[in-house]
C-alpha cells in the first residue's frame, strides 16, 4: 500500500494496482492526473474537499462514496455514487470502509445542503486509517479508538474551521494510532501553522508524526 500526500485534506491511497482518493480538491497539485482511479471519498460538500470529485467520477466511472444528500447531489451532475450513512461497513474490491462522526458544516458550492459532515475509516491489506475530514475536537473521537483501533489517522491541524494543532495532538491520544498525518495546514494563510510545533508535540505522547510531502 502506498498514501500520496495530494496537499490540503487530499490523499491517494495505491493497493494492488487500484486508487482511492479522498477529498480530491487539487489545487496543489496541478499536474496530477487521476488514472486507474477506483474509488473516490469525500467526506462533506465544501468545495475545498469536492474538489475534483465529480470531474474525475464523470470521467473514469469511479463511484464518490458519501451520505446521501451528498452522493444524491454529485448524481445530478452525473457522476456515479455510492450513498452511505453513518457508522455501517462497506465492502469494495480492496477493503473495506465506514463513515464516522465528525464535527463541522457542510454545503455544496452553491449553497446546497450536504448532509452531515464525515471522516472515513479504511481497512486495506490489514491497516487501518482514519481520515477525519474536517472536524472539532470531539468525544466521538474516544470512541473511534475504541471500536476501530486505527493504525494511521490523517487529522486536520490548521485551526479557524478545525482543530488546531493542540486539539489534534489531544486526539491523536484519544485515538491511539501510532502514526499521524496531519492535513488541512498552509493551503490558505487562516489555517497557517509551523509544522514543526505539530511534529514536537506528537513526539511528546510518543506517537510518530508522518509530515508527508505534497507530490502529484
Partial sequence: MEIK????SAFEIETGGKKI????????????KPENIYDIFVTHAHGDHLGSAIEISQNSGAPITAVYELANYCA??????????????????????????????????????GGC???FIFEIEGKTIYHAGDTSLNSEMKMIGEIYQPDVAMLPIGGKYTMDIEHAVKA????????IIPMHYNTFDAI??????????????????LIMQIKA
Fill in 192 to 209: 497557517s501553522v509551523d509544522i514543526s510545533d505539530f511534529e514536537r508535540q506528537i513526539r511528546e505522547i510518543g506517537k510518530m508524526p
Fill in 172 to 179: 491523536a491520544g484519544w485515538l491511539g494510532a501510532s502514526e
Fill in 21 to 32: 482518493l479522498i477529498d480530491p480538491f487539487l489545487v496543489c497539485v496541478p499536474d496530477y
Fill in 76 to 113: 445530478k451532475k452525473g457522476a456515479k455514487t455510492n450513498d452511505i450513512g453513518l457508522g455501517s461497513w462497506c465492502e469494495y474490491s480492496w477493503g473495506r470502509a465506514a463513515a464516522v462522526p465528525a464535527f463541522h458544516s457542510s454545503s455544496t458550492p452553491d449553497g446546497i445542503y
Fill in 5 to 8: 500526500y495530494l496537499g490540503h
Fill in 117 to 119: 459532515p464525515c471522516g
